[in-house]
Structure formats: structure tokens, C-alpha cells
């Protein structure tokens, strides 16, 4: 084995490459942050609903439309990003962003309003989203589902700070000058930060990793949609992002009708679910890091499988039942949106990681739309979410099946 110094020059904020490199997280961390903020919505639609007079139904439009656009732009934008380059790739979607929330404090119809925010700002967040991912994965190649998981942190816990924020200024000066505010923001952060959002040269290491004297190279598959490991990845990510997404979407109104739970509580409770599945993401990185994907998959199904059957027998007043089994939903989606980055990195040939995760990432665009329309649906035709539960048990029964069976890659390695 021999011991090269790839990075004794190579420098990252006037740090050594290895430990600078260690900056580029919370930087990525804070961007996803700012993109993340499409997620507190909600505290946009009642002053809008109020002052617009419009529906519930009405106000949802502008952000259902956004992860539409947001999840159809992420390939799109995986494709451009080899030759428009990661800062000013990243510089054009926090541009959009900002734009898009500008655009909105000045407009005075729902429509209007779907265009801005829903189209505008959900293209900024689809165009901006893989950068950091990409560039962390790139300079940690030691450690990429580490990395990536804990990047990818802002974009979980970004509810937590943004919501609070929003309403802050909502109950200060008004929604259309909060909009207006928080556009002006984002875009001088991302901005600020595109800058850094750099590259490391092709195949760089950090210092002292040792290798055989004749490179062992991992041989990928040549076309991402030709490979069994695509679609194994595909359907689990479908699967474990329908199921999450679904619980978040459901997760007060089933405190208040199945546990029967004061609606504040039942509120209150979501930043507890958000705070698991941010931590959820650091740790599952690391898990893919450390052991085979497929693995690691059917850990994360097993735990929705013991909250699937906690809700299904839950009863009134069972507050714990409730919280545990929602914490390991919430737990779950934060899994998947780290191990869905990590396994493609480790699948896949990493220089063109941007674009094959543009294509799985649709996975989480389909599992977004299917799971709330199927819900409502249960919900509808049943009276009760019970039944819910039982189809997210199937599903996760087929998800171990799925990963046991093709979230696999070959591990034939050829020399150079």
C-alpha cells in the first residue's frame, strides 16, 4: 500500500483542503436551509385566505405547485449543471427564489400568486437544491453519506426556523412585506454563498488515504436506466417518500381524530416530528456509508412497520402511542431523503452524480403526489385514517422485498 498527499497544497477558505472542506457543510446546510423555507407555507394561508378571500382549497395551490416544479426541475437543472458550472448554477436558483417571493408581496389575485411562488420559486428550489449536495459529495469522497446527510440537515429543519420567523414578521408588519423580506434575504444568502460553492479538482482525495500502488477503480453501470440497482433505488425511494410525506400531511389531524388530542397539541407536536427528521438524515448517511444499502432500507421499513402497527391499534388518549409512532415516520422520510443521495453516489459514477440524482430524485415527485391524493381518498371513503395505516404496512412489506431483492449493485472492480 502506498501513502499519497494529494491535497498538500490545495487550500479551502485559507485552510488546508482537508480541513476546510468541513466549512462547505454548514454553508450547503444554510442554503438548503432557504430553500427549505417552501415548507412553511401554511403560515402564509390563513393572512391570505383572510385578505384574499379565498379557500383553503385555494391557498394549498401555490405550494402543491411549487414541490411539482421544485421536483421537475431537480433533473433538469442535474443536466445543466456540468456546463453552467455549480456557483453560477447556484447564483440563478437563488435568484429565482428570491424572485419568486418578491413577485408574490406584490400580487392581489390566488393566480397570480401560483405563478410567483408556486412556478417561480419552486423552479428556484428545483434549480439550487442538488448543488451543495454535489459539491459536499465531491469534497468528502471518504465520507459522502455523512457529508450529504448532514447538508441536507437545512432543508429538514429549515420549518423550524422559517416558520417562526415568517409568523414574526406576519404579526409585525404584514404578509405581502414578510414576503417581500424573506426574498431579499434569501437571494443576498445564496448569493453570498454561491461563491464558495466550488469544486475540488477532478479525483481529488484527502491527505493520507492509502492505496494499493495499482488503483482499483469501481466499475458503474453505463446507462443509470439500464440498471437493476435504478429501479430497486427508484421504487424504495418512492415507497419510503409516499409513506413519509403522507404521515406529515396527516400528522395533526389524525392526533385530533383517532387519539383525540387538543388541536394545539396536535400542532405543537409537529416540530417535534420535524426535529426527528433532521436528525434522522446525518445518521442515516452514515449508515450507507458503513453498510450495504439494501440493509440499511429494510431498517427503515421495519421501524414504519412498528409505527404502522402502533396506529393501528392505537386508541383515544394514547398520546405516547401517537408521538412515537409519528416520530418514526417522520424519522423514516429525513432516511430517505439522505439515503437516496448517498446509495446513488455509491451506485453510480460520481462525477455524474447531479444528473443520475435529478433522475432518481422523481421518485420523490411521484411519492409526493400519490401519497396525498391516496389519504384523502382513505379518509373519504372510510371515515377514518386507520385504513391508511394498513396500505403503508403493504407497502413497506414490498419495500423489503423491493431492497432485498434489487437495491443491489455489482461489486466487480476492474484495475487501471
Known amino acids: ?29 444554510t ?12 403560515i402564509f394561508r390563513k393572512p391570505l385566505e ?16 411549487a414541490l411539482v416544479f421544485y421536483a421537475a426541475l431537480m433533473p433538469i437543472a442535474g443536466c445543466c449543471i456540468p456546463r453552467i458550472g455549480t456557483r453560477i ?16 408581496s406584490f400580487t392581489t389575485h390566488i393566480g397570480m400568486i401560483v405563478l410567483t411562488y408556486g412556478v417561480i420559486a419552486g423552479t428556484g428550489v428545483g434549480i439550487a437544491y442538488g ?22 440537515i437545512g432543508f429538514g429543519l429549515s420549518p423550524l426556523i422559517a416558520a417562526p420567523v415568517a409568523n414574526y414578521l406576519i404579526g409585525r408588519y404584514s404578509v405581502r412585506l414578510t414576503l417581500r423580506i424573506l426574498g431579499i434575504t434569501f437571494t443576498a444568502i445564496i448569493l453570498g454563498i454561491a461563491i464558495a460553492m466550488k469544486l475540488p479538482p477532478q479525483d481529488w482525495c484527502p491527505r493520507r488515504i492509502a492505496v494499493p500502488v495499482s488503483t482499483i477503480i469501481p466499475s458503474y453501470p453505463t446507462h443509470l436506466l439500464r440498471s437493476q440497482s435504478f429501479y430497486g433505488l427508484w421504487v424504495c425511494y418512492a415507497i419510503g417518500t409516499l409513506i413519509g410525506l403522507s404521515a406529515i400531511g396527516i400528522s395533526s ?20 416530528f420535524a426535529l426527528f427528521n433532521g436528525v434522522s438524515r446525518p ?16 431498517l427503515s421499513y421495519t421501524l414504519i412497520l412498528i409505527a404502522c402497527v402502533l396506529m393501528a391499534n392505537a386508541q383515544k388518549g394514547q398520546i405516547a402511542t401517537y408521538v412515537i409512532a409519528f416520530c418514526l415516520f417522520w424519522f423514516c422520510l429525513g432516511g430517505w431523503l439522505a439515503m437516496a443521495p448517498a446509495i446513488t453516489l455509491r451506485f453510480f459514477n460520481p462525477d ?29 371513503w372510510f371515515g377514518t385514517y386507520v385504513y391508511v395505516f394498513y396500505l403503508m404496512a403493504l407497502l413497506a412489506i414490498i419495500g423489503i422485498v423491493v431492497a432485498n431483492l434489487m437495491l443491489k449493485r455489482s461489486d466487480r472492480l476492474y484495475s487501471q
Open 50 to 65: 383572510n385578505e384574499l378571500n379565498i379557500s383553503a382549497t385555494e391557498s394549498l395551490l401555490p405550494y402543491t405547485v
Open 1 to 29: 500500500m502506498d501513502v499519497i498527499d494529494r491535497d498538500s497544497e490545495l487550500t479551502v477558505f485559507g485552510l488546508p483542503a482537508e480541513q476546510g472542506r468541513w466549512l462547505l457543510i454548514p454553508l450547503g446546510m
Open 352 to 380: 455524474r452524480y447531479v444528473q443520475n440524482y435529478g433522475i432518481v430524485f422523481t421518485a420523490y415527485g411521484t411519492g409526493a403526489l400519490i401519497g396525498t391524493l391516496v389519504t384523502g381518498r382513505i379518509r373519504d
Open 89 to 104: 448554477m447556484t447564483a440563478i436558483g437563488g435568484i429565482v427564489v428570491g424572485l419568486g417571493y418578491i413577485l408574490s
Open 253 to 272: 389531524p389524525v392526533g385530533e381524530e383517532m387519539i383525540d388530542i387538543n388541536p394545539r397539541l396536535a400542532a405543537s407536536s409537529v416540530s417535534l
Open 283 to 298: 445518521l442515516f448517511g452514515w449508515l450507507s456509508d458503513r453498510f450495504k444499502p439494501h440493509y440499511v432500507a429494510i
Open 131 to 152: 448543488v451543495p449536495m454535489a459539491v459536499v459529495a465531491r469534497w468528502f469522497p471518504d465520507k459522502k453519506g455523512l457529508a450529504v446527510g448532514l447538508t441536507i
Open 31 to 42: 442554503i438548503l436551509l432557504c430553500l427549505g423555507s417552501v415548507y412553511s407555507w401554511s
